[in-house]
Each structure stands twice: as structure tokens, then as C-alpha cells.
């Protein structure tokens, strides 16, 4: 069964060797990184997003990716790290005029230069075309070439004077090293703003805190509107309030008392029987003043019997 009748294999088709590894065409990526969004894949259009390790989105679906909450959601590597609207920058881009768009090359009869960009550095002029290293300020969104950058050093934005530090330039579309290295940043700055939040978070407690103390601690006492308090042997408080008071013609001055609540119930038994002795000599004082008014209208009534 075959090998027979004049055919003559050849050692390409018997012996298979390893698989060529396929190269991915380079203007394809960089079409694809620089003019396309990284997460819907949708042509990019403004307004423009990147996040904190230099991929572009458009603004709508970071929108879109932010809202879906619904479990069939499908997990996207591109924006797994984007968490809030806080975690992107809108960019701040600069057309650019040789930019025809792509209204000429709708019939297809046109040569369509991928080298063309719609967007230029504002300072040197490059394409951001892939071809040439782009960063961003985190600060401000404006959008710079590196090379511009480096040639003029500054610590204030070329384009709007925001000041920005070493720390707020993102690469636009890095290397790997690149990533590694934004990546770290941006996980050693959530970490801080953490941090930041937990400490503010404290103080306020503590603040809060410290202003209850100062109510509930008892100062020095003080009459105002005629009150006053009286700390009695039991160890309650008791606040006396004095009115004025007219009855007959004679002016007299009478006092309520008003007990404050206090922490212990009990009280000692000593001032109980105090209390009740005072009570017994009230009562005995009373009733022998009404016996003497008695025996004086007796002694009237008989005086009067006999004149």
C-alpha cells in the first residue's frame, strides 16, 4: 500500500521537525494598540482614556465594563485592574493637520498609510503612530512624545503648566519592563491612598471621641437663671430652683428641688432614719399646736359663760 508504482517520497514529508514559530506582523500590533481600543475593540474616538499602565480605552466602554455587574459578566485581562472611573486619565490630545481621516479611503481605491496618525506630540510634532515612545502625566492627561520629554527637562507640563514628578509620566503602550514597572507603582500608590484613608478614618474617631469626653466631664458649678445644685450625703444631685412668690402682702421665697438621676440607687440606712426622725418631729409640732388652739377656745367659751 503506497511507495509503489514510481512515487519517491521525499524526507520533508516522513521526517516532520519542529514547527516554524509564526511571526506576528509588527504593523498589524501596532495598528492594533495605537488606533484601536484595547478592551472593546472598537476604533478609538474621543474622548480617550488610559489607564495606569498605558493602554487606551474609549471612555464609553470603560463606562459600559464598569456598570455591567451581572454574573455571566466574561472577565476581561485588559481592564481587570480598572476598578473605578478613578483609575483612568482622559488624555488630552493634540490632531494632527496632514490627518485626512478616513473619508478617502471608504471606496477602497486609495492607498491607506498606516504611518499617518491623528494625533501629534504638541512640542516636537511626532506621529503617535507607534513608531516613536508616547507618555502621559497622570496630573493633567496632556500627551507628550519621550523624546520631548527628555530634550526639554521640566517639572511643570509643557502644555497646560500643571507641576508633575518622575513618578506621573506613563508610558503609553510599554514594553514588558515597562508594565512590570507602572505595575508596581500603581499597586505601591493604592496601597499609600489606603493607608491614607485608614488614618484619616482614625482621627476622625478619636476627634469624635475626644468631644464626647468634654460633654459628658462634669465642670464647676455655676447658678445661672436661678438654679442651682446641692450634692446631698448620698451621693445624689439635686438642683434647687428658686421663684419668688407674693402671698397676703408679704413676699416669701420658695424653692423646688429637683433630683437629678443618679449612678447609685441604694441609699445608707443612717440617712433613712435621719430622715424619718425629722419627719416624726414635724408631725409632733403640728399636732401640739393644735391642741393649744383648742384649750385656748375652750377657755374663751367658759370665760364667757360665766360673765
Same mark, same amino acid.
Given at each position: 500500500?503506497?511507495?509503489?508504482?514510481?512515487?519517491?517520497?521525499?524526507?520533508?514529508?516522513?521526517?516532520?521537525?519542529?514547527?516554524?514559530?509564526?511571526?506576528?506582523?509588527?504593523?498589524? &500590533?501596532?495598528?492594533?494598540?495605537?488606533?484601536?481600543?484595547?478592551?472593546?475593540? =472598537?476604533? %478609538?474616538?474621543?474622548?480617550?482614556?488610559?489607564?495606569? @499602565?498605558?493602554?487606551?480605552?474609549?471612555?464609553? #466602554?470603560?463606562?459600559?465594563? @464598569?456598570?455591567?455587574?451581572?454574573?455571566?459578566?466574561?472577565?476581561?485581562?485588559? #481592564?481587570?485592574?480598572?476598578?473605578?472611573?478613578?483609575?483612568?486619565? &482622559?488624555?488630552? @490630545?493634540?490632531?494632527?493637520?496632514?490627518? *485626512?481621516?478616513?473619508?478617502?479611503?471608504?471606496?477602497?481605491?486609495?492607498?491607506?498609510? %498606516?504611518?499617518?496618525?491623528?494625533?501629534?506630540?504638541?512640542?516636537?510634532?511626532?506621529?503617535?503612530?507607534?513608531?516613536?515612545?508616547?507618555?502621559? @502625566?497622570?496630573?493633567?492627561?496632556?500627551?507628550? *512624545? &519621550?523624546?520631548?520629554?527628555?530634550?526639554?527637562?521640566? =517639572?511643570?507640563?509643557?502644555?497646560?503648566?500643571?507641576?508633575?514628578?518622575?513618578?506621573?509620566?506613563?508610558?503609553?503602550?510599554?514594553?514588558?519592563?515597562?508594565?512590570?514597572?507602572?505595575?508596581?507603582?500603581?499597586?505601591?500608590?493604592? %496601597?499609600?491612598?489606603? %493607608?491614607?484613608?485608614?488614618?484619616?478614618?482614625?482621627?476622625?474617631?478619636? !476627634?469624635?471621641?475626644?468631644?464626647?469626653?468634654?460633654?459628658d466631664s462634669p465642670g464647676p458649678?455655676?447658678? +445661672?437663671?436661678?438654679?442651682?445644685?446641692?450634692? !446631698? *450625703?448620698?451621693?445624689?444631685?439635686?438642683?434647687?430652683?428658686?421663684?419668688?412668690?407674693?402671698?397676703?402682702?408679704?413676699? !416669701?421665697?420658695?424653692?423646688?428641688?429637683?433630683?437629678?438621676?443618679?449612678?447609685?440607687?441604694?441609699?445608707?440606712?443612717?440617712d433613712s432614719e435621719e430622715k424619718?426622725? #425629722?419627719?416624726?418631729?414635724?408631725?409632733?409640732?403640728?399636732?401640739?399646736?393644735?391642741?393649744?388652739?383648742?384649750?385656748?377656745?375652750?377657755?374663751? +367659751?367658759?370665760? #364667757?359663760?360665766?360673765?
Open positions: 500500500m503506497g511507495c509503489d508504482g514510481g512515487t519517491i517520497p521525499k524526507r520533508h514529508e516522513l521526517v516532520k521537525g519542529p514547527r516554524k514559530v509564526e511571526k506576528v506582523d509588527k504593523v498589524a &500590533e501596532l495598528v492594533a494598540r495605537w488606533f484601536y481600543c484595547a478592551l472593546s475593540q =472598537e476604533k %478609538l474616538r474621543r474622548p480617550i482614556v488610559a489607564c495606569e @499602565l498605558g493602554r487606551l480605552y474609549n471612555k464609553d #466602554a470603560i463606562i459600559e465594563f @464598569l456598570l455591567d455587574k451581572s454574573p455571566d459578566k466574561t472577565p476581561m485581562e485588559s #481592564a481587570s485592574h480598572i476598578k473605578s472611573i478613578k483609575n483612568v486619565t &482622559e488624555l488630552n @490630545l493634540v490632531d494632527n493637520p496632514a490627518w *485626512s481621516g478616513d473619508k478617502e479611503s471608504i471606496k477602497g481605491d486609495k492607498y491607506d498609510d %498606516l504611518q499617518s496618525a491623528r494625533f501629534i506630540c504638541p512640542v516636537v510634532g511626532l506621529e503617535m503612530n507607534g513608531r516613536h515612545r508616547f507618555c502621559f @502625566l497622570r496630573n493633567c492627561g496632556c500627551v507628550f *512624545s &519621550e523624546r520631548a520629554l527628555k530634550e526639554i527637562k521640566s =517639572e511643570v507640563c509643557h502644555k497646560c503648566g500643571v507641576p508633575f514628578q518622575e513618578e506621573d509620566v506613563i508610558v503609553l503602550n510599554g514594553n514588558k519592563e515597562d508594565v512590570e514597572v507602572l505595575k508596581k507603582r500603581m499597586e505601591d500608590r493604592r %496601597l499609600k491612598s489606603k %493607608l491614607e484613608k485608614k488614618s484619616k478614618k482614625c482621627k476622625s474617631a478619636g !476627634s469624635a471621641s475626644q468631644q464626647e469626653t468634654t460633654e458649678s455655676k447658678a +445661672t437663671n436661678g438654679k442651682d445644685f446641692i450634692n !446631698s *450625703s448620698s451621693g445624689e444631685k439635686r438642683q434647687i430652683i428658686f421663684t419668688k412668690s407674693s402671698e397676703n402682702g408679704n413676699s !416669701s421665697v420658695s424653692a423646688k428641688v429637683n433630683k437629678a438621676p443618679s449612678a447609685t440607687t441604694k441609699r445608707p440606712i443612717a424619718s426622725e #425629722a419627719y416624726k418631729s414635724i408631725f409632733t409640732t403640728h399636732s401640739s399646736a393644735k391642741r393649744s388652739k383648742e384649750e385656748c377656745s375652750n377657755w374663751v +367659751t367658759h370665760t #364667757a359663760y360665766y360673765f
